[in-house]
């Protein structure tokens, strides 16, 4: 199975809706690539207003325990993106791995349920375009 590594930095907002996102929309295009996420600087648990607006698409993600990137991760991922580099590079994952794609967007935390929703259909759209492009690749093989 072909993994991609979402990273930002306390993996409770963007990379953990990048990972759900690109989860479901994998499975339903029946693709047998499949995410995972994690932060340099893991929170104690999803923010509460991302798993509201995920709620809203019938993704629950509240329970998930954000967590610690390895070497182990990036090494076994066959891309690697990071969430909103440009905006926050001081922790940024890729001032210690190269080879990233960064997308920059805005961190989610105490942003209201409207910009949260907004910042996650534009992570959807993106995801949308990797799949296409995944997908492909894959029938370029």
Known sequence: MSEIL?????NAGRSQMAKALFNKMARERGLTLRAESA???PADQVHDNVAAVMRDLGLEISQIAPKSVTNTMVESAFRVITMGCAVDSEACPALVISDVD???????????LGEVS?????IAAR???LITELEAEVLAK
Do not use: E, N
Request: net charge positive.
């Open 39 to 41: 932060g340099t600087k």
């Open 127 to 129: 995801i949308s375009s």
């Open 6 to 10: 979402f990273l930002c930095v306390r």
């Open 118 to 122: 907004r910042i996650r259909d534009s």
């Open 102 to 112: 960064d997308w920059p967007l805005p961190d989610p935390a105490y942003r209201s």
